[in-house]
T-cell receptor, first 113, second 112 residues
Framework: GEEVAQTPKHLVRGEGQKAKLYCAPI?????VFWYQQVLKNEFKFLIS????????ETGMPKERFSAKCLPNSPCSLEIQATKLEDSAVYFC???????????FGEGSRLTVL | AQTVTQSQPEMSVQEAETVTLSCTYD???????LFWYKQPPSRQMILVIR??????QNATENRFSVNFQKAAKSFSLKISDSQLGDAAMYFC?????????FGAGTILRVKS
């Protein structure tokens, strides 16, 4: 596609429930990134992929967060046992190369009650 | 550690006037990219302008230009002939490795 497509736009979960977000990067882009934007607008890098391989996962809270980019499938970000502080907008972005312009999706807002 | 600081939480500008948003950063890298992103209420992140650190010439995109001072680690954004559609949150970002480090953002309000 010509744009980064994220689903769902909004997801509501009770504390302790699982949440799964999806991202279809722009066709031809080799790199996919996940960022978390919390309520104070602060952005936090979570993880990046080069095709289906994890490139950098230094930002991932590994206990409950996991992510995948499998061939011929949307990328996914899954949060097991959500907590109130996981409430945020999760942005997916893709790029052709390792550096340079990132194209962002519209974000998925996760609300944990 | 790489850091980006936007010292202006909020700025206002009259329509058709010029406004400058400030950004300073810290990095030990010599080769990096700097970006300004716009985030309107729709929350879509829109790239406004980018600057490669090895280029001395300041980047320009229509009404948007930057003042890139590498030695001072400063990267300000100038918006000329401000329009109502420019009202948004603006984020300065530094890329190193393959990650973006964002500043805290500046809310820009445009008065008619």
């Amino acid at each position: 596609g010509e744009e980064v497509a994220q689903t769902p736009k909004h997801l509501v979960r009770g504390e302790g429930q699982k949440a799964k977000l999806y991202c279809a990067p722009i066709k031809g882009h080799s790199y996919v990134f996940w960022y978390q934007q919390v309520l104070k607008n602060e952005f936090k890098f979570l993880i990046s992929f080069q095709n289906e391989n994890v490139f950098d996962e230094t930002g991932m809270p590994k206990e409950r967060f996991s992510a995948k980019c499998l061939p011929n499938s949307p990328c996914s970000l899954e949060i097991q046992a959500t907590k109130l502080e996981d409430s945020a907008v999760y942005f997916c972005a893709s790029s052709q190369g390792r550096t340079g312009e990132l194209f962002f999706g519209e974000g998925s807002r996760l609300t944990v009650l | 550690a790489q850091t980006v600081t936007q010292s202006q939480p909020e700025m206002s500008v009259q329509e058709a006037e010029t406004v400058t948003l400030s950004c300073t950063y810290d990095t030990s890298e010599s080769d990096y990219y700097l970006f300004w992103y716009k985030q309107p209420p729709s929350r879509q992140m829109i790239l406004v302008i980018r600057q490669e650190a090895y280029k001395q010439q300041n980047a320009t995109e229509n009404r948007f230009s930057v003042n890139f001072q590498k030695a001072a680690k400063s990267f300000s954004l100038k918006i000329s002939d401000s329009q109502l559609g420019d009202a948004a949150m603006y984020f300065c970002a530094l890329e190193y490795g393959n990650k973006l480090v964002f500043g805290a953002g500046t809310i820009l309000r445009v008065k008619s």
